[in-house]
């Protein structure tokens, strides 16, 4: 299996292109936190490149910028190619399936993106709100509010309570413990 699931902050603003057949793709890196601080009390953090395709690509660059919170699932991928000079280098890289808002829309950084405003307000504008008034929905029903108590038999026992089971073998009524 291979899977792999980060939260981190963006390290720069994602780079997005389209491949020669109109493929969108975007690269970016994230800086993901360590679990435990060094000897010195500083958190440490892994930089982890990236790479999301198609939908999942326009949606990073649409709404993530350097420094946003980002959760991503996906896999792990190596693969190598020659660069300019003949050399062969050797990439390791997370190809994103999922990408998802890991900060709350309050606790956004100083310097968000006009985008990243539009889709708030547009995720603000399609929410939920209460009919008027004089709808039909505001003249529902209203549930009751009567208490109900349940039945009590002669013995002040109430039925189906544990008071009427009786077992087939010896229990102590002090301590609750089987008599053997």
């Known amino acids: ?35 435990f601080k060094d000897q010195n009390g500083q958190r440490q953090a892994d930089f982890i490149n990236c790479v999301a395709w198609r939908q999942t690509a326009n949606f990073i660059s649409s709404y993530f910028h350097k420094g946003s919170k980002i959760a991503v699932v996906g896999s792990i991928q190596t693969r ?42 547009a995720s603000r504008s399609s929410s939920y709100s209460a009919p008027a008034a004089n709808t039909a929905a505001a003249s529902a029903p209203t549930a009751p509010n009567k208490q109900i108590a349940p039945d009590e038999d002669q013995s002040g026992s109430f039925p189906g309570s544990d008071d009427d089971i009786s077992l087939p073998f010896p229990i102590d009524e002090d301590t609750g413990n089987l008599i053997f």
């Open 1 to 35: 299996m291979n899977k792999v699931i980060l939260i981190g902050r963006l390290t720069k603003d994602p780079e997005v292109k389209n491949t020669a057949s109109q493929v969108t793709v975007c690269r970016f890196s994230i800086a993901v936190d360590r679990r």
């Open 80 to 121: 190598t190619y020659d660069d300019a000079g003949g050399q062969k280098r050797y990439v390791t890289e997370v190809v994103v399936d999922e990408a998802e808002f890991a900060d709350s829309s309050n606790s956004g950084s100083n310097g968000s993106r006009q985008n990243n405003d539009n889709y708030n307000n």
